[in-house]
C-alpha cells in the first residue's frame, strides 16, 4: 500500500505511535509518505520506504493566524496526486482529519479515491476537542473519516459519550518494538551505563514526558523528594515543556536539585529507559500512557496513576501499581515499598516484559492497523 500519514511532529506520544507505526509498516514493505509541518522527530536518517514531504505555511500580513489546516489539506492533495496514495491516515483529530476530509473532498473532484483513517489519541478528545469553538468540526470529521481507530477503549467511550459519535471505532492499542525497548542484557554493561547517572548503590527514577500541566512534572519531583528521604536516589527526566521551570525552581526550594537531572528532549529514549528502576508516571489524564509501556518493554515498572485508559495497560501490583491523581504520599511510599522488595521488584519487572511482548508488541499490533486499512480500501 501507498500510504500518507500527518502526525504532529513535535515532542509526543501521537506523534511517536505515528512515527514508530511509519517505520514498521515501510519494514513491512509499504511506501510511507509522512505530511507534516516538520519532520517527526523520532523519524532519523532514511530509512528505505519513507519520504517526508513538509507543508510549507506561507505567512501574510493579512493573517494574525496563518491557515495550517488549509495548507496541509492542499499538501495532503498534492501528495496523494503525485504519489498515487491508496489512503491518508492522520493521527490526533485536530485539525488533522479536517484537513484530510478537505483534501479527499478536493481529489473527489478529480475523480480519484482518497479514504483516510483518523487515529484519537487523547486530548483530540477529552480536553481541547471538548472546546466549543473545536467540538462541533472534530465531530463531523471524526463521524465522516473512512476509518476510525482508538488507542484505548477508554477513549472510544469517550468518544461515543462525549461527541456523540454514532459511527463504528476500531480500538487498536499503543504498541512498542520489543526489540528496541528491551532490558540490557549483560548486567555489567548496565551497571556501567548506571553509574554516568548515580552512584553504584542509588536507585534511578526516571520520568519521560512532554512536560504539559496535564503530565504534573511537579508530582514527579514531589514524589521523589519523599524517596530520597529515604534512600539514595537520583531523578531523572526525560523531555521538555511547559512545566520544567516550576519544577526545576521546587527541586531548588527542596534543596534537592543535585540529585535532580533535566536531560531535555533526547530522541534515544530506548537507551535511558533500561537504566531506571521506576517509572513516575503521575499524570492528571492517560487514554493511554505510551511511556509506562515503553519502560515496560524495558523491564521498568511504573508508579502511576488510575486514570483514562491506563488501567487497561498496567495490571495494578502485577506489572506496576496505580494511585488516585495528586495522592504524592502514596505513591512515594509505592515506589518506597518497591524499592527495598528484591523480589516484589523482580515480579514486577518480568511481568511488564511479558506483558509488553505478549499483547503489545509492534508485531503483534502493526498487523491490527494493516488490516484496518484494506477493510477500509474494500469499503467494509
Ligand atoms: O492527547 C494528547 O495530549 C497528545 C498525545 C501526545 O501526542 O502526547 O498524548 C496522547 O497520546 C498518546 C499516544 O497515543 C498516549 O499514550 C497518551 O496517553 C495521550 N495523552 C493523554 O491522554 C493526555
Not at 253 to 274: N, S, T, W, Y
Request: with cysteine; proline share 5%.
Amino acid at each position: 500500500m501507498r500510504i500518507g500519514i500527518t502526525c504532529y511532529p513535535t515532542y509526543g506520544g501521537s506523534g511517536v505511535v505515528a512515527t514508530e507505526l511509519g517505520i514498521e509498516l515501510a519494514a513491512l514493505g509499504h511506501e510511507v509518505h509522512f505530511i507534516s509541518y516538520s519532520q517527526p522527530f523520532r523519524l532519523t536518517g532514511r530509512d528505505e520506504g519513507i519520504s517526508y514531504h513538509e507543508v510549507p505555511v506561507s505567512s501574510y500580513p493579512l493573517f494574525e493566524f496563518p491557515p495550517y489546516d488549509l495548507a496541509l489539506a492542499s499538501r495532503m492533495a498534492e501528495v496523494a496526486e503525485f504519489n498515487d496514495l491508496d489512503l491518508l491516515h492522520v493521527h490526533y483529530a485536530i485539525p488533522h482529519s479536517v484537513s484530510a476530509l478537505l483534501a479527499r473532498q478536493m481529489l473527489a473532484a478529480k475523480g480519484r479515491r482518497l479514504p483516510f483513517v483518523t487515529t484519537l489519541h487523547g486530548t483530540d478528545i477529552t480536553l481541547v476537542g471538548l472546546d466549543r469553538s473545536y467540538l462541533p468540526i472534530t465531530r463531523y470529521a471524526i463521524q465522516e473519516s473512512d476509518g476510525v481507530t482508538s488507542i484505548s477503549h477508554y477513549l472510544k467511550e469517550k468518544t461515543v459519550q462525549d461527541f456523540g459519535v454514532t459511527r463504528g471505532i476500531e480500538v487498536i492499542e499503543n504498541f512498542v518494538n520489543c526489540d528496541v525497548y528491551m532490558p540490557i542484557k549483560d548486567d555489567a554493561a548496565r551497571a556501567a551505563a548506571r553509574l554516568r547517572l548515580a552512584g553504584q548503590d542509588e536507585a534511578i527514577l526516571m520520568h519521560l514526558s512532554n512536560f504539559r500541566p496535564v503530565k504534573r512534572v511537579v508530582d514527579v519531583v514531589r514524589i521523589f523528594a519523599q524517596v530520597v528521604r529515604e534512600l539514595p536516589a537520583q531523578l531523572v527526566l526525560v523531555g521538555d515543556g511547559p512545566d520544567r521551570s516550576a519544577a526545576e525552581w521546587l527541586a531548588h526550594d527542596l534543596g534537592i536539585q543535585a540529585k535532580v537531572h533535566f536531560l531535555g528532549k533526547l530522541d534515544r529514549v530506548h537507551e535511558m529507559l533500561p537504566l531506571a528502576d521506576i517509572l513516575l508516571m503521575p499524570s492528571e489524564l492517560e487514554s493511554f500512557g505510551l511511556a509506562a509501556l515503553e519502560a515496560m518493554a524495558c523491564k521498568v515498572p511504573s508508579i502511576a496513576t488510575r486514570v483514562g485508559g491506563v488501567p487497561e495497560l498496567i495490571d495494578d501490583g502485577l506489572t506496576g501499581l496505580l494511585f488516585p491523581v495528586g495522592d504524592i504520599d502514596a505513591m512515594a511510599l509505592g515506589a518506597l515499598g518497591l524499592l527495598k522488595d528484591r523480589a516484589r521488584m523482580e515480579a514486577m519487572r518480568e511481568a511488564g516484559r511479558k506483558t509488553a511482548q505478549k499483547r503489545f508488541c509492534s508485531s503483534l499490533v502493526v498487523p491490527h492497523y494493516v488490516r484496518y486499512y484494506e477493510s477500509v480500501l474494500n469499503g467494509r
